[in-house]
């Protein structure tokens, strides 16, 4: 019977066995664990990332508009997108990627994009001979071309090795699309006149990574309607 009690007491008491909450006391800040409150703080989330999704709509619309003129030039004139990230940027890099070669919503032939966060060895061997900083920009000056475009995608917009891709995306005659957020950090001066900047209008990494998603999603979708028209997915 003491088993079976053990196997049905609360998630909270559970957690105080283990050291994390006292069980029947408040967590820092005087909130209980309470199921309520999980759901209100969830609820939360929602809210907060739909707001400044609201909010960021007019002032992101422009840049993300002349993003995809970029990178439909790109494809449209055999050239391919090469993109970039750290930890959720490289997986927004991969996700990218993932939709551009095989499809966002609607079938269409293939379109060239690479994500540079991907080949393991090649990762290991840049940074163990060289450094972590040109992971990025040693695959730019290998892979990329004229016309091609570079996706820099960094929340803060200050991290070393995707400056350094940008840097090296220049070098190639390409067109950088950079997803930044915190006011753009050193992109903003890493950045040409003809490359395009879409900095999310806030401080929080989890809800620029939100807002980044939806903008390459708008991408995406956008350059299916130029090459295909304007109609629902049938999928």
Known sequence: MKRIEQALIPDKVAASALGR???NQEAPGGARYDGRMLEQRIEQHFIDSADLKYQAAQVLSKPI???VQAVLACVTGGGKVLACGNGGSAADA???????????????PELGAIA????????TAIANDYSYNVVF????RALGQPGDVLLAITTSGNSAN????????HERDMTVVALTGRGGGKMNAALRDTDVHICVPHERTARIQEVHLLALHCICDAVDAQLLGDQEPTT
């Open 65 to 67: 508009a002349q993003a």
């Open 94 to 108: 991969q996700h990218f990627a993932a939709e551009f070669v095989g499809r966002f919503e609607r079938e269409r």
């Open 162 to 169: 995707v400056l350094a891709a940008v840097e090296a995306a």
């Open 137 to 140: 920009s040693r695959q730019v």
């Open 116 to 123: 540079l966060t991907t080949d393991s060895s090649i990762l």
């Open 21 to 23: 909450i006292p069980p």
